[in-house]
């Protein structure tokens, strides 16, 4: 019997978002997006207004940031969503199947949780397709100098990594979403 692995690593994924992930994200309000329930999250900040090390981004929004944090703070639905829309997704369909080029420096953060899912589903799409339209001999293929020091990983590897990225993302999302309606 012969295994489809484009077909099976796709499909890991695109089930998951269809049947479990993206519903859980339907109707997320403005409030949600923002909303920091424990002190000094990280979050996606209206320019000039961060508390952290660094803020990242080149629109009127800005995500919060530092590389010395141990531990990294909570981050909000907004962060996560940013991170998921940029490092996740976005810097991975530039670099691997012609999508626009994509740094968390200088990406516009949506100010909106609208604008966001709107994102996210644009570039998951790109993701998904660009993943689906591999060939066995693509999955086994370097991943090249856009992945650093997994340069010489197989693609399949990296499309393993972004569907962990995106349950353990979107995971928190969805916990986050539960603990803001279940609030007293």
Known sequence: MSVDWNSELAEQLDWHWRE?????FDGLTDDEYFWEPVPGMWSIRPRGTSTAAMSLGGGPFAMDYDREADPAPVTTIAWRLSHLLTGVFGMRVASHFGGPAVAYESYDCPGTAADALARLDEVYAAWLAGVRGLSADGLARP??????????YPMAALVLHINRETL???AEIALLRDLYRWQP
């Open 20 to 24: 479990a992930l993206r519903p859980r």
């Open 143 to 152: 991943c090249g100098p856009a992945e650093g020091p997994f340069a010489e």
């Open 168 to 170: 353990h993302h979107g």
